[in-house]
């Protein structure tokens, strides 16, 4: 563990104050959210870039296979 020293303008720490919790904890806990926030966002940058990656081979098997279904009946 790191100790950081953080600087936050006072309507923050008033903010903070008023929800009656400890500046490190509301500290601790609001990083906690954004790198939880920010590791959300780069996944589904990849899956959308991995989907349009594959999208064009998608779309040829979809159509290979598009009466497959009719013709099992």
């Known amino acids: 563990m790191k100790t950081i020293k953080l600087i936050l303008p006072d309507p923050a ?4 104050k008023s929800v009656r919790k ?3 904890i509301f500290a601790k806990e609001a990083v906690e959210e954004k790198i939880a926030r920010e590791q959300r966002s780069n996944l589904k940058d990849l ?3 991995g ?8 779309l040829e098997i979809s159509n290979d296979f598009q009466y497959a279904d009719s013709q099992l009946s």
């Not at 720490?13 to 903070?16: D, F, G, T, V």
């Not at 989907?51 to 998608?58: F, H, N, R």
């Open 47 to 49: 899956l959308k870039e």
């Open 22 to 24: 400890k500046e490190e």
């Open 51 to 58: 989907y349009q990656a594959t999208s064009k081979e998608d």
């Open 13 to 16: 720490i008033a903010y903070i």
